[in-house]
Every structure is written in structure tokens, then in C-alpha cells.
Nanobody
């Protein structure tokens, strides 16, 4: 089993930055694709970013391209989401998720990820 714990959320003004971390325990995630999702009240869970097992490829939702960057440190069993130029519409609970399977690919459908963190709140004020 994999346990995921997000951190780094908080309140920030529009235009500011935050860096989210997702620490894994229980099993190494070094061979797993990892995803970041977000969910605002009354909305569906939305794909934000994804990164392949070795960090060789990253993928982003259209609304965050050019502003967010996903990275990982497999030695520390941790993935990151650097969020710049934040906007009020980025306000949501952010989740990291692991897609099990050696060399698994990044996909955008939440149901394809078997492990989830509890989420961290990001609030961007205007």
C-alpha cells in the first residue's frame, strides 16, 4: 500500500506562488506515474498535472500550462507541484495521486489512479 500526504497549501494573493509537496510512504513510487488533481466546491475533480515515473515527461491541464510545473525526487519518494502566477480560479483542494504499475503512463482520468492523498487547500485571493 502507498500512503500519500500533501503539504504546502495555504492562502496566497493573486499573482503569488506556492509549492506543493506529496510525500509517499509504505512503498516506493519511483516506478509510478503521479498526478495532481484539484477540486473546487461544486465542481468535478480536475486533472492539473502529471509526471512519468522517471520525470522524463510532464503533462498539464490547459488552465495551468505555463504557470505550474511538476517535478519529482524519487530518492525522497516525493513529488512536487510548483504553482506560479496564481489566480483566484485556482482555488481548490489539491490532491496527489499515484498510478500503480511499473512504468505506468500519465492519464487524466481520476479513476485510473489507485492511491490518493487527503488533499491540501489552496486559496487565492483577488
Amino acid at each position: 500500500q502507498v500512503q500519500l500526504v500533501e503539504s504546502g497549501g495555504g492562502l496566497v494573493q493573486a499573482g503569488g506562488s506556492l509549492r506543493l509537496s506529496c510525500a509517499a510512504s509504505g512503498r516506493t513510487i519511483s516506478s509510478y506515474a503521479m498526478g495532481w488533481f484539484r477540486q473546487a466546491p461544486g465542481k468535478e475533480r480536475e486533472f492539473v498535472a502529471g509526471i512519468t515515473w522517471n520525470g522524463g515527461s510532464t503533462y498539464y491541464g490547459d488552465s495551468v500550462k505555463g504557470r505550474f510545473t511538476s517535478s519529482r525526487d524519487n530518492a525522497k519518494n516525493t513529488v512536487f507541484l510548483q504553482m506560479n502566477s496564481l489566480r483566484p480560479e485556482d482555488t481548490a483542494v489539491y490532491f496527489c495521486a499515484a498510478r500503480a504499475g511499473y512504468g505506468s503512463s500519465v492519464v487524466r482520468e481520476p479513476w485510473q489512479y489507485g492511491y490518493w492523498g487527503q488533499g491540501t487547500q489552496v486559496t487565492v485571493s483577488s
